[in-house]
């Protein structure tokens, strides 16, 4: 199958994460949902970058510790993670985070990029090509919480990810993606685990792709208590609201004509009283933290961490 130019309308599941106890989430064994997320990141807005706290929808299928929202608004968030992150004694059935939006750059690997009867398209996009990751709500809407702009791309299997990635992505990744895909056969993930999947790296601010970066909606965690709902897209002929599941690609032959339709989506974000979110911390690995007692004890006997190493 030869790479081609797309603008994809990418459906994934839309449900809420909740505690699994009060105050804690544990690392997902079943079906992806959403998490409406809290961490220090950055933003893009009138052409300047701007550092803070900011919240965000978005994939994060390992730990986080939750805050509940005492008055939710309509299709606004319930709950508010914190997420990190430790590792486990075992991948086999952990749920993997992808995409991933956390450190220097976006990655997508892996879901959708097979079914049973062989490879998709979205296993060879070319770059420029854009996703839109979102889900369906009240079945007529599409909200999205990951724009990607496709910039570069690394092949890996179960037999070469370790060495081919090594250098190519951060050890939270590794830890939070690759090592659960590869371990478990829950989720995106198919019985035929040795087969070869593409990392796509997401284009950035600093290096776009004919002006286009990759985004998350997002505002300053100091905007409300309440959070925001998933802003809605309408873009007739490319975006079909009342997709449940699967994808749309919309091919096109030419990133001059996937620009406009990332401007749009972008004008859409913002006209809804969002902003760009470019960035997000990675999520800290509790068990690794010389400081994990500050964490609290709590925090880290649900984890599965050994007791904190003295100062």
């Given amino acids: 199958m030869q790479d081609r130019l797309c603008f994809v309308q990418f459906l994934h599941p839309g449900g809420e994460h909740g505690p699994d106890t009060p105050g804690f989430k544990g690392w997902t064994r079943g079906w992806h949902k959403r998490k409406y997320l809290r961490s220090t990141g950055s933003v893009f807005v009138d052409g300047h970058m701007h550092q803070g706290e900011i919240e965000f929808w978005g994939e994060w299928e390992a730990q986080s510790e939750v805050e509940s929202i005492e008055t939710p608004i309509v299709e606004g968030p319930h709950w508010i993670h914190r997420p990190f992150w430790s590792p486990p004694a075992s991948y086999r059935d952990l749920q993997n985070t ?6 220097d750059r976006f990655h997508y690997t892996g879901c959708l990029q097979y079914t049973r009867y062989g490879p998709t398209q979205l296993r060879n996009l070319a770059r420029g090509s854009v996703i839109l990751f979102g889900s369906n709500r009240g079945r007529s809407n599409f909200v999205v919480d990951t724009v990607f702009v496709v910039a570069d791309h690394v092949d890996h299997s179960l037999r070469d990810y370790k060495r081919t990635l090594d250098g190519v992505v951060s050890e939270t990744y590794a830890a939070v993606t690759l090592a659960p895909w590869y371990a478990s056969l829950v989720g995106c993930n198919t019985p035929d685990r040795d087969r070869s999947y593409r990392l796509y790296l997401g284009a950035s601010v600093d290096n776009p792709i004919d002006g286009m970066f990759s985004f998350f909606p997002c505002w300053p965690a100091s905007a409300s208590t309440q959070g925001f709902a998933r802003p809605s897209l309408r873009i007739p002929g490319v ?8 994808k749309r690609l919309n091919p096109r032959q030419s990133i001059g ?36 007692q500050d964490a609290g004890a709590v925090t880290r006997s649900r984890s599965g961490c050994p007791a904190a190493r003295p100062r």
């Fill in 98 to 103: 992808d995409p991933f939006v956390f450190g």
């Fill in 239 to 246: 975006i079909t609201p009342t997709m449940t599941q699967n």
């Fill in 257 to 292: 004509a996937i620009t406009p339709l990332w401007d749009e989506v972008v004008r859409q974000v913002m006209s809804q009283g969002l902003t760009l979110g470019i960035h997000a911390d990675l999520p800290r690995n509790i068990c690794a933290d010389a400081d994990a």
